[in-house]
């Protein structure tokens, strides 16, 4: 099992940084919990691991696989999927009053599944609870956040290390990571889980993480300072070399604005940039895993923005 599934918090009390959602949601039981509820949020902030840890707190010992079902919205994103979501619905728990369907990555419902899902949200209030987690609100139909308990998720503190401490105890590795964790947090733009991915990824010796840090830190600086010669090909090598290091694609994109951004020498550039960063933030999370042209086509359509 990976750190991230081990770790993965189990209950609303363990869970980092949605402060607001874990104290709406510790006074909810399975009859009044909201039957509609929307996380928002950037990958890897929590937003799984908080519909998770409702559900158990919710169902108790009645939560399982038949009670609380997970659907990843950008691969069953059409209409026939609403329509067993339609069947699924109507259909009591087993040994609970209502069953919980979480839909992740829900903006990538297509506009007539979510017109569809909006119908079906209003006459299955008192048997489903409907959990939707998205990236972004932006495509979500109004008259589905109309709708919702709406709460927003964001990076946690690069000050907010305790996790990260106790599985840095608990795996054994090297004590001076400790000193490190808030550049790691820093590094992952907030995201737990980009995080607690890389310490998995190292050999647990003295150095590892902060040569990892420094390497993959020279990569998105190299990556920024090419961008403004307009060497695109060596953006692409850089950008490359630090997803070959573990790094995913939206800290990658991330990174690369941070970075970028003070070198910027118009306001035109930036909003050139932008447009394509927007456009690409989007598509991180939906990429198929194993197409590596995601850098190729970020940069083609930067370059292409960019010298307009």
Same mark, same amino acid.
């Not at 918090?9 to 402060?19: Q, S």
């Given at each position: 099992?990976? /750190?991230?599934?081990?770790?993965?918090?189990?209950?609303?009390?363990?869970?980092?940084?949605?402060?607001?959602?874990?104290?709406?949601?510790?006074?909810?039981?399975?009859?009044?919990?909201?039957?509609?509820?929307? /996380?928002?949020?950037?990958?890897?902030?929590?937003?799984?691991? +908080?519909?998770?840890?409702?559900?158990?707190?919710?169902?108790?010992?009645?939560?399982?696989?038949?009670?609380?079902?997970?659907?990843?919205?950008?691969?069953?994103?059409?209409?026939?999927?609403? @329509?067993?979501?339609?069947?699924?619905?109507?259909?009591?728990? /087993?040994?609970?009053?209502?069953?919980?369907?979480?839909?992740?990555? &829900?903006?990538?419902?297509?506009?007539?599944?979510?017109?569809?899902?909006?119908?079906?949200?209003?006459?299955?209030?008192?048997?489903? *609870?409907?959990?939707?987690?998205?990236?972004?609100?932006?495509?979500?139909?109004?008259? *589905?956040?109309?709708r919702c308990l709406?709460?927003?998720?964001?990076? *946690?503190?690069?000050?907010?290390?305790?996790?990260?401490?106790?599985?840095?105890?608990?795996?054994?590795?090297?004590?001076?990571?400790?000193?490190?964790?808030?550049?790691?947090?820093?590094?992952? $733009?907030?995201?737990?889980?980009?995080?607690?991915?890389?310490?998995?990824?190292?050999?647990?010796?003295?150095?590892?993480l902060q040569e990892?840090?420094? @390497?993959?830190?020279?990569?998105l600086n190299k990556?920024?300072?090419?961008?403004?010669?307009?060497?695109?090909?060596?953006?692409?090598?850089?950008?490359?070399?630090?997803?070959?290091?573990?790094?995913?694609?939206?800290?990658?994109?991330?990174?690369? @604005?941070?970075? +970028?951004?003070?070198?910027?020498?118009?306001?035109?550039?930036?909003? $050139?940039?932008?447009?394509?960063?927007?456009? &690409?933030?989007?598509?991180?999370?939906?990429?198929?895993?194993?197409?590596?042209?995601?850098?190729?086509?970020?940069?083609?359509?930067?370059?292409? $923005?960019?010298?307009?």
């Open positions: 099992m990976n /750190l991230r599934e081990k770790y993965r918090p189990k209950t609303l009390t363990d869970l980092v940084g949605c402060t607001d959602f874990v104290k709406s949601a510790s006074g909810w039981d399975i009859d009044s919990c909201p039957s509609n509820i929307l /996380l928002v949020g950037p990958p890897g902030v929590g937003k799984t691991s +908080a519909a998770m840890a409702l559900a158990r707190d919710l169902q108790g010992e009645y939560f399982d696989p038949m009670n609380f079902r997970v659907s990843n919205a950008s691969d069953e994103r059409g209409i026939d999927s609403v @329509r067993e979501l339609k069947r699924i619905s109507r259909q009591k728990g /087993l040994g609970v009053s209502r069953r919980i369907e979480f839909l992740d990555e &829900f903006e990538s419902f297509t506009a007539p599944a979510q017109k569809a899902l909006r119908q079906i949200m209003e006459e299955s209030h008192s048997s489903c *609870i409907f959990i939707l987690a998205a990236n972004d609100i932006g495509p979500i139909h109004s008259a *589905i956040r109309d709406t709460f927003f998720f964001n990076p *946690i503190d690069y000050r907010d290390t305790d996790r990260l401490e106790h599985i840095v105890d608990a795996e054994g590795m090297p004590h001076q990571w400790k000193d490190m964790l808030p550049n790691l947090i820093k590094f992952t $733009n907030g995201s737990l889980r980009q995080a607690i991915d890389i310490l998995d990824s190292l050999p647990k010796e003295g150095d590892a990892s840090i420094k @390497r993959d830190t020279q990569y990556a920024a300072l090419n961008l403004m010669g307009s060497d695109f090909p060596m953006v692409t090598a850089y950008l490359k070399q630090a997803l070959e290091s573990g790094n995913s694609r939206f800290g990658v994109l991330k990174g690369l @604005r941070f970075r +970028a951004k003070p070198l910027m020498e118009s306001e035109e550039d930036w909003h $050139n940039f932008m447009l394509t960063y927007g456009e &690409f933030v989007m598509l991180a999370t939906h990429w198929p895993d194993d197409d590596e042209s995601f850098v190729e086509y970020f940069i083609a359509k930067m370059k292409k $923005n960019m010298e307009k």
